[in-house]
Protein backbone atom coordinates (compact mmCIF):
# COMPACT_ATOMS: atom_id res chain seq x y z
CA UNK A 1 0.00 0.00 0.00
CA UNK A 2 1.02 3.69 -0.83
CA UNK A 3 0.08 7.19 0.70
CA UNK A 4 -1.13 10.01 -0.92
CA UNK A 5 -1.86 13.96 0.20
CA UNK A 6 -4.38 16.68 -0.89
CA UNK A 7 -4.02 19.28 -0.62
CA UNK A 8 -7.68 21.65 -1.61
CA UNK A 9 -8.16 25.31 -1.71
CA UNK A 10 -11.67 27.34 -3.00
CA UNK A 11 -14.28 29.28 -1.91
CA UNK A 12 -16.85 27.23 0.51
CA UNK A 13 -19.42 25.58 -1.05
CA UNK A 14 -21.84 22.91 -0.64
CA UNK A 15 -20.79 19.17 -1.30
CA UNK A 16 -16.77 19.97 -1.50
CA UNK A 17 -16.02 16.90 1.08
CA UNK A 18 -19.09 14.41 -0.26
CA UNK A 19 -17.52 15.05 -3.97
CA UNK A 20 -14.01 14.52 -3.45
CA UNK A 21 -14.29 11.64 -1.55
CA UNK A 22 -16.74 10.00 -3.65
CA UNK A 23 -13.87 10.08 -6.63
CA UNK A 24 -11.37 8.90 -4.46
CA UNK A 25 -13.54 6.06 -3.54
CA UNK A 26 -14.89 5.80 -6.77
CA UNK A 27 -10.76 5.09 -7.64
CA UNK A 28 -9.82 2.43 -4.77
CA UNK A 29 -8.99 5.19 -2.31
CA UNK A 30 -9.30 4.49 1.36
CA UNK A 31 -8.95 7.81 3.26
CA UNK A 32 -7.11 7.71 6.70
CA UNK A 33 -6.97 11.09 7.35
CA UNK A 34 -9.00 13.95 6.96
CA UNK A 35 -8.90 17.88 8.19
CA UNK A 36 -10.65 21.33 6.73
CA UNK A 37 -11.66 24.49 7.80
CA UNK A 38 -13.47 27.66 6.73
CA UNK A 39 -13.53 31.19 7.18
CA UNK A 40 -17.17 31.00 7.22
CA UNK A 41 -19.18 28.25 5.64
CA UNK A 42 -21.53 31.00 3.39
CA UNK A 43 -18.60 32.12 0.75
CA UNK A 44 -15.80 31.85 2.85
CA UNK A 45 -12.19 30.24 2.58
CA UNK A 46 -12.36 26.63 2.25
CA UNK A 47 -9.19 24.16 3.25
CA UNK A 48 -8.94 20.82 2.91
CA UNK A 49 -6.09 17.89 3.43
CA UNK A 50 -6.89 14.92 2.84
CA UNK A 51 -4.50 11.61 3.29
CA UNK A 52 -5.74 8.15 1.36
CA UNK A 53 -4.36 4.93 1.09
CA UNK A 54 -4.09 2.51 -2.01
CA UNK A 55 -3.07 -0.49 -3.96
CA UNK A 56 -0.59 0.99 -6.87
CA UNK A 57 -1.44 -2.57 -8.43
CA UNK A 58 -5.24 -2.03 -8.34
CA UNK A 59 -5.57 1.89 -8.66
CA UNK A 60 -4.77 3.98 -11.67
CA UNK A 61 -3.10 6.96 -9.94
CA UNK A 62 -2.97 8.83 -13.24
CA UNK A 63 -6.69 8.32 -14.28
CA UNK A 64 -7.64 9.66 -10.48
CA UNK A 65 -5.46 12.53 -11.28
CA UNK A 66 -7.45 13.84 -14.39
CA UNK A 67 -10.53 12.86 -11.95
CA UNK A 68 -9.21 15.87 -9.33
CA UNK A 69 -8.14 18.15 -12.35
CA UNK A 70 -11.33 17.71 -13.49
CA UNK A 71 -13.38 18.18 -9.79
CA UNK A 72 -10.96 21.35 -9.45
CA UNK A 73 -12.11 23.07 -12.40
CA UNK A 74 -15.77 22.07 -11.32
CA UNK A 75 -14.95 23.83 -8.03
CA UNK A 76 -13.06 26.39 -9.25
CA UNK A 77 -10.34 24.86 -6.50
CA UNK A 78 -6.74 24.47 -6.24
CA UNK A 79 -5.72 21.11 -5.92
CA UNK A 80 -2.26 19.61 -5.13
CA UNK A 81 -1.64 15.84 -5.01
CA UNK A 82 1.44 14.44 -3.33
CA UNK A 83 2.83 10.98 -2.98
CA UNK A 84 3.14 9.81 0.31
CA UNK A 85 6.74 8.24 -0.33
CA UNK A 86 7.76 11.57 -1.77
CA UNK A 87 10.69 12.62 0.01
CA UNK A 88 11.41 16.19 -0.15
CA UNK A 89 15.21 17.70 -0.44
CA UNK A 90 16.12 20.53 2.10
CA UNK A 91 18.97 22.86 1.43
CA UNK A 92 20.02 24.28 4.84
CA UNK A 93 21.42 28.01 4.73
CA UNK A 94 23.53 28.84 7.87
CA UNK A 95 26.05 31.38 9.81
CA UNK A 96 28.10 30.87 12.88
CA UNK A 97 25.05 29.62 15.51
CA UNK A 98 25.05 26.32 15.17
CA UNK A 99 21.76 24.68 17.72
CA UNK A 100 19.49 24.69 14.79
CA UNK A 101 21.80 23.14 12.63
CA UNK A 102 22.60 20.48 14.77
CA UNK A 103 19.14 19.85 15.86
CA UNK A 104 18.14 19.56 11.99
CA UNK A 105 20.90 17.14 11.22
CA UNK A 106 20.33 14.87 14.05
CA UNK A 107 16.72 14.86 13.49
CA UNK A 108 17.45 13.71 9.51
CA UNK A 109 19.53 10.92 11.08
CA UNK A 110 17.61 9.30 13.36
CA UNK A 111 14.51 8.89 10.92
CA UNK A 112 12.25 11.80 12.50
CA UNK A 113 12.87 13.98 9.86
CA UNK A 114 12.29 12.31 6.58
CA UNK A 115 13.90 14.79 4.11
CA UNK A 116 17.33 14.63 2.14
CA UNK A 117 19.77 17.09 2.75
CA UNK A 118 22.01 17.54 -0.27
CA UNK A 119 24.01 20.32 1.19
CA UNK A 120 24.46 22.65 3.70
CA UNK A 121 25.76 26.60 2.61
CA UNK A 122 27.34 29.01 5.21
CA UNK A 123 29.09 32.30 5.03
CA UNK A 124 31.05 31.14 7.44
CA UNK A 125 33.84 27.93 7.27
CA UNK A 126 33.48 27.68 11.08
CA UNK A 127 30.63 24.83 10.78
CA UNK A 128 32.45 22.35 7.97
CA UNK A 129 34.08 19.85 9.82
CA UNK A 130 30.87 19.33 11.43
CA UNK A 131 28.58 19.35 8.42
CA UNK A 132 30.88 16.57 6.87
CA UNK A 133 30.67 14.31 9.71
CA UNK A 134 26.81 13.78 8.73
CA UNK A 135 28.33 12.78 5.01
CA UNK A 136 27.07 16.03 3.95
CA UNK A 137 28.62 18.47 1.37
CA UNK A 138 29.61 22.18 2.81
CA UNK A 139 29.65 24.77 0.79
CA UNK A 140 31.60 28.23 2.42
CA UNK A 141 30.16 31.06 0.49
CA UNK A 142 31.37 34.73 1.93
CA UNK A 143 28.47 36.86 2.21
CA UNK A 144 28.93 40.74 2.68
CA UNK A 145 27.16 43.74 1.94
CA UNK A 146 29.34 44.44 -0.75
CA UNK A 147 29.55 40.72 -2.48
CA UNK A 148 25.60 40.00 -1.70
CA UNK A 149 24.69 39.42 -5.82
CA UNK A 150 27.50 37.21 -6.03
CA UNK A 151 27.10 35.77 -3.34
CA UNK A 152 23.28 35.17 -3.70
CA UNK A 153 23.77 33.95 -7.07
CA UNK A 154 26.50 31.43 -5.93
CA UNK A 155 23.74 30.34 -3.69
CA UNK A 156 21.28 29.99 -6.34
CA UNK A 157 23.48 28.13 -8.34
CA UNK A 158 23.77 25.24 -6.16
CA UNK A 159 20.25 25.83 -4.49
CA UNK A 160 18.28 25.54 -7.96
CA UNK A 161 18.06 22.69 -8.88
CA UNK A 162 19.02 20.28 -6.29
CA UNK A 163 16.32 21.37 -3.35
CA UNK A 164 13.01 21.25 -3.21
CA UNK A 165 12.82 23.93 -0.40
CA UNK A 166 15.62 26.01 2.33
CA UNK A 167 15.57 26.13 5.62
CA UNK A 168 17.63 29.25 7.06
CA UNK A 169 18.60 27.87 10.05
CA UNK A 170 19.77 31.14 12.14
CA UNK A 171 21.56 32.26 8.16
CA UNK A 172 22.26 35.77 9.59
CA UNK A 173 22.18 37.81 5.95
CA UNK A 174 19.12 39.25 4.42
CA UNK A 175 18.35 37.33 1.21
CA UNK A 176 16.93 39.78 -1.61
CA UNK A 177 13.48 39.95 -3.09
CA UNK A 178 15.33 39.28 -6.25
CA UNK A 179 16.75 35.97 -4.45
CA UNK A 180 13.51 35.14 -3.47
CA UNK A 181 12.27 35.60 -6.96
CA UNK A 182 14.83 33.35 -8.62
CA UNK A 183 14.88 30.54 -6.51
CA UNK A 184 10.38 30.17 -7.20
CA UNK A 185 10.45 27.79 -4.05
CA UNK A 186 9.56 27.72 -0.44
CA UNK A 187 12.15 29.20 1.99
CA UNK A 188 11.61 28.48 6.04
CA UNK A 189 13.41 31.09 8.32
CA UNK A 190 13.52 31.05 12.34
CA UNK A 191 13.37 34.18 14.46
CA UNK A 192 14.71 34.36 17.39
CA UNK A 193 11.51 35.80 19.08
CA UNK A 194 7.75 35.68 19.61
CA UNK A 195 6.76 37.80 15.93
CA UNK A 196 5.75 40.07 15.80
CA UNK A 197 7.21 41.33 18.77
CA UNK A 198 11.02 42.39 18.74
CA UNK A 199 11.94 41.69 15.07
CA UNK A 200 15.30 42.59 14.14
CA UNK A 201 18.60 42.62 15.88
CA UNK A 202 19.15 41.48 19.00
CA UNK A 203 15.52 40.29 20.07
CA UNK A 204 16.56 39.21 23.56
CA UNK A 205 18.14 42.67 24.42
CA UNK A 206 14.76 43.77 23.20
CA UNK A 207 12.95 41.32 25.38
CA UNK A 208 15.16 41.63 28.42
CA UNK A 209 14.94 45.70 28.30
CA UNK A 210 10.78 45.35 28.13
CA UNK A 211 10.57 43.08 31.14
CA UNK A 212 8.91 40.18 29.28
CA UNK A 213 7.68 37.59 31.79
CA UNK A 214 7.77 34.83 28.03
CA UNK A 215 9.79 34.67 25.34
CA UNK A 216 9.32 32.51 22.24
CA UNK A 217 11.06 31.51 18.97
CA UNK A 218 8.91 31.91 15.41
CA UNK A 219 9.66 29.72 12.46
CA UNK A 220 7.71 31.98 9.73
CA UNK A 221 8.39 31.50 5.71
CA UNK A 222 10.80 34.26 4.48
CA UNK A 223 9.54 37.21 2.29
CA UNK A 224 11.22 40.59 1.05
CA UNK A 225 9.58 42.29 4.11
CA UNK A 226 12.04 41.47 6.85
CA UNK A 227 9.66 39.52 9.29
CA UNK A 228 6.98 39.73 8.30
CA UNK A 229 6.34 36.37 5.97
CA UNK A 230 3.52 34.21 7.24
CA UNK A 231 3.83 32.27 10.69
CA UNK A 232 4.12 28.79 10.73
CA UNK A 233 5.10 27.79 14.33
CA UNK A 234 5.54 29.54 17.69
CA UNK A 235 7.20 27.73 20.90
CA UNK A 236 7.08 30.36 24.04
CA UNK A 237 8.71 29.56 27.87
CA UNK A 238 8.07 31.08 31.01
CA UNK A 239 11.05 33.71 32.05
CA UNK A 240 11.22 35.95 35.40
CA UNK A 241 12.91 39.23 36.54
CA UNK A 242 15.58 36.92 37.27
CA UNK A 243 16.76 35.93 33.88
CA UNK A 244 19.51 38.13 32.42
CA UNK A 245 20.35 38.43 28.42
CA UNK A 246 22.91 35.13 28.42
CA UNK A 247 20.01 33.33 30.43
CA UNK A 248 16.98 34.19 28.22
CA UNK A 249 19.46 33.25 24.71
CA UNK A 250 19.92 30.17 26.57
CA UNK A 251 16.35 29.69 27.04
CA UNK A 252 15.68 30.63 23.85
CA UNK A 253 17.81 28.41 21.58
CA UNK A 254 15.65 25.35 23.14
CA UNK A 255 12.65 27.24 21.85
CA UNK A 256 14.39 28.07 18.24
CA UNK A 257 15.15 24.75 17.83
CA UNK A 258 11.86 23.31 18.57
CA UNK A 259 10.35 25.96 16.78
CA UNK A 260 11.97 24.77 13.54
CA UNK A 261 11.85 20.89 13.51
CA UNK A 262 7.98 21.64 14.53
CA UNK A 263 7.93 23.86 11.21
CA UNK A 264 10.12 21.50 8.97
CA UNK A 265 7.81 18.43 9.80
CA UNK A 266 4.76 20.13 9.12
CA UNK A 267 5.97 21.16 6.01
CA UNK A 268 7.06 17.82 4.97
CA UNK A 269 4.14 16.25 6.19
CA UNK A 270 2.13 18.90 3.63
CA UNK A 271 0.14 19.98 6.72
CA UNK A 272 0.77 23.50 5.54
CA UNK A 273 -1.85 26.10 3.69
CA UNK A 274 -1.01 29.61 2.87
CA UNK A 275 -4.03 32.45 3.74
CA UNK A 276 -2.95 35.19 2.68
CA UNK A 277 -0.50 36.27 4.86
CA UNK A 278 -1.03 33.72 7.71
CA UNK A 279 -1.16 30.19 7.36
CA UNK A 280 -3.02 27.22 8.30
CA UNK A 281 -1.27 24.08 9.87
CA UNK A 282 -3.51 21.31 10.14
Known sequence: ????????????QQGIVARVSECIFRHGGNITDSDQYTT??????????????????KIDVAALQTDLDELAQTLDARFS??????TLRMGILV????????DLLYRRRSGELQVEIPWVISNHPDLEDRVRAYGIPFHHIPFTKETQDSAEQAILDVARDSTDFLVLARF???????????????????????????????????????????IGATAHFA?????????????VQRVSHKDNVNELKRKGRSLEKQALANAVLAYIQRRIIRLENKTVVF
Open 223 to 235: TADLDEGPIIEQV
Open 81 to 86: FHHGHA
Open 172 to 214: MRILSTDFLDAYGKDVINIHHSFLPSFKGADPYRQAYDRGVKV
Open 40 to 57: DPFGGWFMMRLEFAYDPE
Open 95 to 102: SKFDHCLE
Open 1 to 12: METAILLIQCHD
